[in-house]
């Protein structure tokens, strides 16, 4: 079941965007949602997780800048990005970690640029 991301777009560096990630109803008993992003010739890499209900973690490249959230009553999970950077040009993934398979988004672009 692929998950849909939105809230991604074009931003100047400094700027910022609130990406979205809602899985389907029937999607219970989640345990973590996660952000993950891959830039074009590398490899994906984590940007932070929150472990169900709010214990959330973040890679050092973006903390303090990125805040993940979730809205318990949809399981809806956001990822706010301020003082956005050119080397967070990515398409970004969410990830959900539930009691079947995991689930991932077919991602998102987000570019930073001036």
């Known amino acids: 079941v692929p998950l849909v991301e939105s809230g991604g777009g074009s931003v100047q560096p400094g700027g910022s965007l609130t990406l979205s990630c809602r899985p389907p109803?029937?999607?219970?008993?989640?345990?973590?949602m996660s952000w993950y992003r891959q830039a074009p010739g590398k490899q994906r890499e984590w940007v932070a997780t929150?472990?169900?209900?709010?214990?959330?973690t973040y890679a050092d490249s973006v903390k303090g800048r990125f805040t993940i959230s979730r809205d318990g009553a949809t399981n809806t999970m956001y990822l706010q990005m301020s003082n956005l950077k050119s080397e967070d040009t990515s398409d970004y993934y969410c990830?959900?970690?539930?009691?079947?398979?995991?689930?991932w988004g077919q991602g998102i672009q987000v570019t930073v640029s001036s």
């Open positions: 990830n959900i970690m539930w009691r079947g398979p995991d689930l």
């Open positions: 109803g029937y999607i219970l008993n989640i345990r973590a």
């Open positions: 929150i472990a169900l209900p709010r214990d959330t």
